[in-house]
């Protein structure tokens, strides 16, 4: 009674439908939730809640049924037999979600007075797979369009969008370096899509280490990009150089090193290198080294690649050289007072520098015994250097430079000063013997040679100086040194000791006249003793009256 009741209350209600559809989205394989819209009724007025689903053809399938105060019933068939739920507020849950159930939803409501349909149509997304490139091209020409791989999306709905990128930014085709070629495919059980798109490359230099993606953007969820792949990028050589490898000007004896370098890719490994007139090929490398040039070797050099003889790189070397030629070199002996002329030659790459090491350039118009010694020219240009030298001996006689005498500083000796000159180093001998005797050291063919005396009397002293070259002589006068002595203390006594000292000389004189008549007298006595014997005695008491008379005088002249 209760169901006939219902049912006739169905066909007495007015039957109302929202014609404005809306549209709810589900992700493939998923729960999906679908809205009963009962807003405009109260739930306690709600009789019979009811889903169905449009079937196609303008047929319906139903799927749950709710009456007030009783349990959903399930009526669903086929593919939605035991996927479908009813969940809060009357909303149909719809589990593992499909493509086809891209449809419409109706959710009918009954209630005491009318009824109302809710319909709501479903969409079904899928993202696609992970994105790959694959079949990948080993290596990309410049200028050829190449296949540059194939990306693909597989399994998404809708079907995706591929968009290739470099290095980040899209690439548009163009039908000249740029071609993309997209296919779908529809899986006929899944009904979902696979989208495949190649791109075919004509690369450029820049891209050696250019890196390519692909990309789609799907409408429900993030882009997806793939891992990034990069491509040997070959071309043939179009530019070449030759370097020369050295830490500085190429000096003869060095080791240099030419490096042919051209920019192809894969790089060329053989080259010829042009040595002068020689033509050398290098497999397997790039250098070729030549070991102790020469200034020979001076000039251009070529290299060139073996495959295209006329793309080819030039260098000029240049090999530095410093010759020096000192006249006259090694050991030179020369006399004492000659003239010694010296000539420096030097042939050179390029513009050098003396340097000579003495503090005025070494002109020798007339040698001395202190220009000996070792000498020595340096010349450079630029990190070149080379050094001459030799070895000057003055030799010569020795000659006495200057005799002199001087006081002692103790006023009791004098000391002689012989300054000689000479090489070797000459003997020095004196006429007198000394004592301290002091001799400088031998420094520039040079000798000074000194003694100490206490002449009683006046001498002539000389001084004597040989080598295997000759010998020299001087003298010098030395005065007593008791007369000087006394001369010197008569400055210093007053005119009355003056006087005392002349009274005495006199006395001095008288005494020499005494004897001088004394001894005359004697010679006399004795030529007449070879006569008479009584002369004789008699002349010998006078002679000695005489002598007594002498020494008294000599006495008196002492005091």
């Given at each position: ?175 000249k370096g740029i071609s993309i070629q997209a ?142 030629n000192l006249s006259p070199s090694g050991s ?228």
């Amino acid at each position: 009674a209760d169901r006939n009741a219902l049912a006739t209350s169905l066909f007495s209600c007015t039957l109302l439908n929202f014609s404005g559809l809306d549209t709810i989205t589900g992700m493939y394989g998923e729960t999906l939730e679908i809205p009963c819209n009962i807003g405009a009724i109260k739930e306690e007025d709600v009789l019979i809640t009811k889903w169905k689903y449009d079937k196609g053809e303008g047929l319906a399938g139903d799927l749950l049924v709710k009456q007030k105060s009783q349990n959903v019933v399930d009526s669903a068939t086929d593919e939605y037999k035991g996927r479908v739920s009813m969940g809060a507020n009357s909303n149909l849950l719809l589990s593992e979600a499909r493509l086809s159930d891209q449809r419409t939803f109706t959710c009918m409501v009954v209630a005491s007075q009318d009824i109302r349909e809710y319909p709501v149509n479903v969409a079904i997304y899928k993202m696609p797979a992970a994105l790959e490139i694959s079949e990948k091209a080993e290596e990309l020409e410049i200028g050829k369009l190449t296949k540059l791989g194939k990306c693909v999306a597989a399994d998404a709905n809708p079907a995706a969008n591929i968009t290739w990128l470099k290095n980040n930014k899209p690439l548009v085709a163009d039908e000249k370096g740029i071609s993309i070629q997209a296919s779908v495919m529809v899986d006929p059980v899944t009904g979902l899509s696979t989208t495949t798109s190649s791109l075919e490359y004509a690369a450029e230099k820049e891209d050696t280490d250019a890196q390519f993606t692909c990309s789609t953007q799907h409408t429900e969820g993030a882009a997806l990009v793939s891992s990034p792949v990069t491509f040997t990028i070959t071309y043939s050589p179009e530019n070449i150089v030759l370097q020369v490898i050295s830490q500085g000007p190429l000096v003869e004896g060095d080791n240099v090193t030419m490096k042919c370098i051209a920019d192809g890719n894969p790089p060329p490994t053989s080259f010829n290198f042009h040595l002068m007139e020689t033509m050398v090929r290098v497999d397997d490398s790039d250098t070729y080294t030549i070991t102790n040039v020469s200034r020979d070797a001076t000039g251009e050099y070529k290299c060139s690649l073996i495959d295209n003889p006329s793309l080819e790189a030039s260098v000029d070397v240049k090999v530095n050289y410093l010759d020096i030629n000192l006249s006259p070199s090694g050991s030179i002996v020369k006399s004492a007072g000659s003239a010694l002329n010296l000539s420096l030659q030097i042939d050179a790459s390029g513009k050098s520098k003396d340097n000579v090491k003495l503090d005025k350039e070494p002109i020798f118009r007339k040698l001395t015994y202190s220009d000996s010694g070792r000498y020595e020219c340096q010349v450079t240009m630029e990190q070149l250097s080379r050094k001459a030298s030799f070895e000057l001996l003055v030799e010569g006689a020795p000659v006495i430079r200057q005799l002199s005498k001087q006081r002692g500083e103790d006023g009791q000796h004098k000391v002689l000063i012989c300054e000689a000159e000479g090489f070797p180093k000459p003997a020095v001998s004196w006429s007198i013997n000394g004592t301290s005797p002091v001799e400088s050291p031998f420094i520039n063919g040079k000798i000074t040679h000194k003694i100490t005396v206490v002449p009683s009397a006046n001498l002539t002293v000389s001084c004597t100086v040989t080598n295997k070259f000759g010998m020299d002589t001087r003298a010098i006068n030395v005065s007593s040194l008791f007369v000087e002595v006394r001369m010197d203390k008569q400055d210093k006594y007053s005119d009355q000791t003056k006087l005392v000292v002349g009274i005495v000389v006199g006395l001095l004189i008288a005494t020499m006249i005494v004897g001088l008549a004394y001894w005359v007298y004697m010679k006399k006595s004795k030529q007449g003793s070879w006569k008479t014997g009584e002369k004789e005695n008699g002349s010998s008491e006078e002679e000695k009256k005489l002598e007594e008379k002498v020494e008294e005088n000599s006495q008196k002249a002492e005091v």
